[in-house]
Each structure stands twice: as C-alpha cells, then as structure tokens.
C-alpha cells in the first residue's frame, strides 16, 4: 500500500505533509504535489495534515479519483523531492473546496 495526492490539492498545493514525511516521499509540481510511492512507507502520518483531505491509502482512494493513482506515479517520476513546508499557492482557499479540477493540473 502507499498513499496518494488526489484532486483536493490542485491549485492549492497546501505542503504541511511534506514536513512530517519520514522519507521525503513527496514531490512538488507546479500546482499539485505528488507521492513517490517507492519512497512512501504507510505511515499515514501526511493525511490528517492534509487541510483539504487531498491524501487517501491506494486502498480507499474515492472511486471517482482513482485515476490519481497512475497520476501520482507518472508525476513522482517526473518531479523533484520537496521536503520543507512552503506558502500554499496564492489562492489556495478560493480553490480548496472546487471540484473537477482535473483539467487545470500542470504537468
């Protein structure tokens, strides 16, 4: 099992889960931020930092962001280690609570 970053997190790009990450698991992209899940231990220890409830285990991930599991594998291939807390994007709490925001994650 591993844990992965879903939809909540697109344009708000919160990063108090980085900095409880055992093992620098996360990666940081433009808007979003993705899980290696190589690097992901199960420690659970990122989900209840999460302000937008972004992050599930692959095992309960909601069925309507399931693909945001090759999504975080893709991207985690891709994207650079972030492991300190950084200011969430600009407007943030205006995204927080939008949904079928899928179309605006920069690759």
């Given amino acids: 099992m591993t844990f992965v970053v879903t939809e909540s997190c697109i344009k708000c790009k919160y990063t108090h889960c980085v900095s409880v990450c055992p093992t620098d698991a996360f990666r940081e992209g433009p808007n979003f931020l993705a899980i290696e899940p190589e690097d992901c231990i199960d420690c659970a220890l990122c989900v209840p930092e ?19 599991i090759p ?24 995204w927080a609570d939008v949904k079928d925001k899928l179309e605006l994650l920069e690759r």
Avoid at 50 to 68: L, R, Y
Avoid at 71 to 94: C, F, H, M, Y
Wanted: net charge negative; charged share 25%; proline share 7%.
């Fill in 71 to 94: 999504i975080n594998v893709e991207l985690a291939g891709k994207w650079q280690t972030i492991s300190r807390t950084r200011d969430a994007l600009p407007e943030a709490e205006k």
């Fill in 50 to 68: 999460c302000p937008v409830d972004a992050i599930f285990a692959d095992n309960e991930v909601p069925a309507s962001q399931v693909h945001f």
